[in-house]
T-cell receptor, first 115, second 113 residues
Framework: DAGVIQSPRHEVTEMGQEVTLRCKPISGHDYLFWYRQTMMRGLELLIYFNNNVPIDDSGMPEDRFSAKMPNASFSTLKIQPSEPRDSAVYFC?????????????FGPGTRLTVL | GENVGLHLPTLSVQEGDNSIINCAYSNSASDYFIWYKQESGKGPQFIIDIRSNMDKRQGQRVTVLLNKTVKHLSLQIAATQPGDSAVYFCAENTGGATNKLIFGTGTLLAVQP
């Protein structure tokens, strides 16, 4: 299995621009998580989905952030408009609801820089 | 402006020594715990997990100990190697129907050759 796939790996954009981050979870996993990692705040859960349905979005910082999961193999995290304080590494993770239900497999991350 | 970030606790050990990384968790209802390893430029990688009905679990060169009385978790790495150098995170699942993990701030393990 290729593991969790994220794109792009690096994104540099200017303040005010729209940014879209993409994630392909591991096939067969029914949970998908979006995290943000910064030096200031560590690793924070933004939102997670179960069977493509958003379950908990309490970590989404504000209305500029939105996430979708149109099908079991694809999710997006969108920031519009982006701000310099959004600069961080964004991770997507997936897990299965069976076996070890809470072991999450992380992707390589997208490093976002907003100028 | 000044870049103020998290102060990561750092554990520096000699190659071949045993390492012990500690973690205090917050929720007495948490029933599942995981240790992750994060190398520079990569995503967190699963190391070992433990459920609250256990006190100890062993893997290859790693052991996790759980003390529910004081809400403390530790990761022991035997014969530490340079490749073990990374940031280590503990994470807890607070039980119930949620599948969320709450991550600690991490500990930087630096292995000296």
């Amino acid at each position: 299995d290729a593991g969790v796939i994220q794109s792009p790996r690096h994104e540099v954009t200017e303040m005010g621009q729209e940014v879209t981050l993409r994630c392909k979870p591991i096939s067969g996993h029914d949970y998908l998580f979006w995290y943000r990692q910064t030096m200031m705040r560590g690793l924070e859960l933004l939102i997670y989905f179960n069977n493509n349905v958003p379950i908990d979005d309490s970590g989404m910082p504000e209305d500029r952030f939105s996430a979708k999961m149109p099908n079991a193999s694809f999710s997006t995290l969108k920031i519009q408009p982006s701000e310099p304080r959004d600069s961080a590494v964004y991770f997507c993770a997936s897990s299965s609801g069976t076996g070890r239900p809470n072991e999450q497999f992380f992707g390589p991350g997208t490093r976002l820089t907003v100028l | 402006g000044e870049n103020v970030g998290l102060h990561l606790p750092t554990l520096s050990v000699q190659e071949g020594d045993n390492s012990i990384i500690n973690c205090a968790y917050s929720n007495s209802a948490s029933d599942y715990f995981i240790w992750y390893k994060q190398e520079s430029g990569k995503g967190p990688q699963f190391i070992i997990d433990i459920r609250s009905n256990m006190d100890k679990r062993q893997g290859q060169r790693v052991t996790v100990l759980l003390n529910k009385t004081v809400k403390h978790l530790s990761l022991q790495i035997a014969a530490t190697q340079p490749g073990d150098s990374a940031v280590y995170f503990c994470a807890e699942n607070t039980g119930g129907a949620t599948n969320k993990l709450i991550f600690g701030t991490g500990t930087l393990l630096a292995v000296q050759p």
